[in-house]
């Protein structure tokens, strides 16, 4: 998912490098590479490298909650995510509850442990805030309430569109 949209970075179509990719996403060049040809054959990247935008949202809105279901766990520091990451954080109360978080050291929040789709997504997140953004709208898809997963995708495809 993330691979799709960080395919549009300007500097990775210009010099083609896998290593580039590799540092924005927390990768290491091989496992970059490999991800680039699963989402070629997946149609959510193209042969130029390109994000195939509307394949990746129909994806990411009907389907990525059944293929990385949220793993849920105890109170820890981390990085919030979901509803108690932007944007949403400014349009959904949580009542109080603890909120959803990326387990990660450097975290400043304590909350609920939600696991991320890919264990750099903390790292590329703090580098990323746009990336960081569309990583909770998506999180907010797989684990959200009805009113939050429909705010979610409203966001996620005006995000996509621009």
Known sequence: MKLAIAANDPAFQEDGSYA?????????????HAAVRRAKLAGLVTED????????LEFLIHAVKYVFPPKRGKLTRGIPTAHAAPPLVTLIDSGGEP???????????????FEPLYRSVPKAARLDPRLYEVLALVDAIRGGRARERALAERLLRERLAS
Do not use: C, I, K, T
Not at 24 to 29: A, D, I, R, S
Not at 49 to 56: C, I, K, P, S
């Open 99 to 113: 909120p959803p978080v990326w387990p990660d050291p450097e975290g400043q929040v304590r909350g609920e442990s």
């Open 20 to 32: 580039h990719l590799a540092r924005e996403l927390g990768m290491v060049p091989s496992e970059a």
């Open 49 to 56: 490298r390109r994000g195939n935008r509307v394949a990746l």
